[in-house]
């Protein structure tokens, strides 16, 4: 079946420092969403990216859809001790209401 | 407006037993999933629901989980008889009908099987 490979797998930074993260699959999607998880809550949609190339900002957030739209990524700068959590992209294929999701980033700020 | 609401929050049980899981997704929103996430995996699709109807279900596990939406609007998802691999925590989310309507999660449910 279809999968998300989500890299890293996890990531220990100074605060302050840039963060990247991405995702890539072998199969073609048509919506790339981001999201993050804080501990016992549920995932946060962060951003949503519809178009293959679309470069989209949300504050510190930039997430990028591929051109070839298999792949993704997310970029958090200056990062700070609240953007601890897991990070989580999601994608969406044509024809389909079924979005896959990787395994995470997840993410520790070390002040 | 009132996000995807899920109970309980947690559960325990033991293996053999029967749980059931509810969520009520944000009003209005024709499209009810349910997920799962194993420790450190992925979060797994389960099935999804376009107001009362089934319209995916190729992600339940076995014929041991039994997910409903009566009338379109909440949705149970029940497990009987629960197995130890069953733990993980169960999340719910709802969309919109548009293309660009995104999925908004709930807290999850934490089962654990003993």
């Known amino acids: 079946g279809q999968q998300l490979n989500q890299s890293p797998q996890s990531m220990f930074i100074q605060e302050g420092e840039d963060v990247s993260m991405n995702c890539t699959s072998s199969?073609?999607?048509?919506?790339w969403l981001w999201y993050k998880q804080d501990p016992g809550e549920g995932p946060v949609l962060l951003i949503a990216l519809y178009k293959a190339g679309e470069l989209t900002s949300n504050g510190r957030l930039t997430a990028q859809f591929g051109i070839t739209r298999k792949d993704s990524f997310l970029n958090i700068s200056a990062s700070i001790p609240s953007d601890v959590g897991i990070y989580f992209c999601a994608g969406l294929t044509s024809g389909t209401y079924k979005y896959i999701f990787g395994t995470g980033t997840r993410l520790k700020v070390l002040a | 407006e009132a996000g995807v609401t899920q109970f309980p929050s947690h559960s325990v049980i033991e293996k053999g037993q029967t749980v059931t899981l509810r969520c009520d997704p944000i009003?209005?929103?024709?499209?009810l999933y349910w997920y799962r996430r194993v420790m450190g995996k992925e979060i797994k699709f389960l099935l999804h629901?376009?107001?009362?109807?089934?319209?995916?279900e190729s992600g339940m596990p076995n014929n041991r989980f039994l997910a409903e939406r009566t009338g379109g609007t909440y949705s149970t998802l029940k497990v009987q008889p629960a197995e130890l691999e069953d733990s993980g925590v169960y999340f719910c989310?709802?969309?919109?009908?548009?293309?660009?309507?995104?999925?908004?999660f709930g807290n999850g449910t934490r089962l654990t099987v003993t």
């Open positions: 009003s209005g929103h024709d499209n």
């Open positions: 989310a709802s969309s919109g009908s548009s293309f660009y309507s995104p999925l908004h």
């Open positions: 629901f376009v107001k009362e109807s089934k319209q995916d």
């Open positions: 199969s073609i999607f048509n919506t």
